[in-house]
């Protein structure tokens, strides 16, 4: 069992930088892919990123590759989220996800456990 909370989020104007943090707790959180998903208003929850249990693969969606950074530390049980040149289309509730897949698992049901999310807002 792995309980998830998402913080860091927040209003940010266009271009600007914000960095999410997502701490665990459970014993098991070093052996789970951790991923980021996102959902914007009217829209379905679309895969952001994932990270392998020791950070040595990554999976960027095509959207964000180049602007955000997935990272993890596993002594700590945290999952950051480093997200550089914002824009208005990556507004959003951004949720942190565990699961036993791979890093190319995109789709929500390949996690078992989720957060409560946390808002960005990006400004023009």
């Not at 665990?24 to 951790?34: D, E, L, N, P």
């Not at 993890?72 to 999952?79: F, L, Q, W």
Request: with cysteine; glycine share 12%; charged share 15%.
């Amino acid at each position: 069992q792995v309980q998830l909370v998402e913080s860091g989020g927040g209003l940010v104007q266009a271009g600007g930088s914000l960095r999410l943090s997502c701490a665990a707790s459970g014993r098991t959180f070093s052996g789970y892919t951790m991923a980021w998903f996102r959902q914007a208003p009217g829209r379905e929850r679309e895969f952001v990123s994932a990270i392998s249990w020791n950070g040595d693969r990554l999976n960027y969606a095509d959207s964000v590759q180049g602007r955000f950074t997935n990272s993890r530390d596993n002594a700590k049980k945290t999952v950051f989220l480093q997200m550089n040149s914002l824009k208005l289309e990556d507004t959003a509730a951004y949720y942190c996800a565990a699961g036993a897949g791979a890093v190319t698992a995109m789709t929500p049901r390949a996690y078992a456990y989720w957060g409560q999310g946390t808002q960005v807002t990006v400004s023009s």
